[in-house]
């Protein structure tokens, strides 16, 4: 006859991923290596907002991008071009990346001379803001075609950002039932502190405010 | 939607606590789940019932999942009420201070082993 007992555990079904993620950062921290991780639903323009915001800082910074997808290695190959390293990982099918992928994925790479790295993450708004990657800060953008009501229906991704970009706004005549205001005002329901920066990848409005808010993450980060 | 990385994060846990307690086999895994914690039970159960049978110590293992029901809190009028029903505004004031009382758990809180 079996005997059973029980073991009481009560630990977060996240805790695990969330002391990877803690240790992530104290290793980054240690090699001065700025990780941010950038977040969106497909087809935002992350790849896109990437390519033009190394061209403005790979005179300042040694880049690195890491590139997550389920599959293809078409992002990476888009970052190549641009002279950035470039990684692309694989999620065989998982939805987000979590603190351990992430940090096989740095390993893989070797980022003891990079001083800014950026992950760009599974385009999906749901499941990445649910994993803690290790990174520094979290980015995301929403892109005027997509609508101004979803943070109303992807709370967690806009509660976890450090900061928001509103891509495409060169289109914005166009999408005129976009309303400025109301996407901020939705923004800061969710989160008061984030900033938030509307830009487009495509004409580069809004670069230079980008830009300098990774440059001032950037040298709190390393000076602190 | 990220059930199955769920899945093997609660076995990698599980497994965890086994070894240090020097468990040979895990019978059921008990969880806590917050009613608006974005995981959807049945998914989670499909997922578990794939997952624990390439594992060694747990290919048996029944998962018994508890739903803690969402309720939001609101500053202004100090009302409790159910969050699935009514979201982030408070149907008594109308107000939009409030705050998740309890509903988005997500936790591992016991396991029955031989």
Known sequence: MNDYRIIEVKES?????????????????????????????????????????????????????????????????????????????????????????????????GTEDLDLVVLENVGNLVCPAEFDTGAVRNAMILSVPEGDDKPLKYPLMFQIADVVLINKCDVLPVFDDFSKEDVVERIRMRNPNCDIIFISAKTGEGFDEWTDWLRKEIKAFQEA | MHELGVVFSIIKTVEEVAASN?????????????????????????????????????????????????????????????TVEHGKICPKCGSSHTYLLRGNEFTIQEIEVC
């Not at chain 1, 939805?95 to 351990?100: V, W």
């Open chain 1, 13 to 109: 079904i996240l805790a695990d991923n969330d002391r990877d993620a803690e240790e992530l950062r104290r290793e980054l921290k240690a090699q001065n290596t700025f990780l941010l991780n950038l977040m969106s639903s497909p087809g935002a323009g992350k790849t896109t907002t990437l390519v033009r915001t190394i061209s403005m800082l790979k005179d300042e910074f040694n880049i690195g991008i890491m590139e997550a997808d389920i599959d293809s290695d078409v992002d990476a190959k888009t970052i190549t071009d641009t002279g950035a390293r470039a990684i692309q990982l694989h999620t065989g099918g998982m939805c987000h990346l979590d603190a351990d992928m992430t940090r096989q994925g740095l390993r893989e790479f």
């Open chain 2, 22 to 82: 020097d468990v040979k086999e895990v019978a059921s895994v008990k969880l806590n789940l917050g009613e608006v914690s974005t995981v959807i039970p049945e998914y989670l159960t499909d997922c578990w019932n794939w997952a624990v049978k390439r594992t060694e110590i747990m290919k048996e293992a029944k998962l018994d999942i508890e739903i803690i029901p969402a309720v939001t809190y609101c500053e202004d009028c100090g009302t409790e009420y159910g």
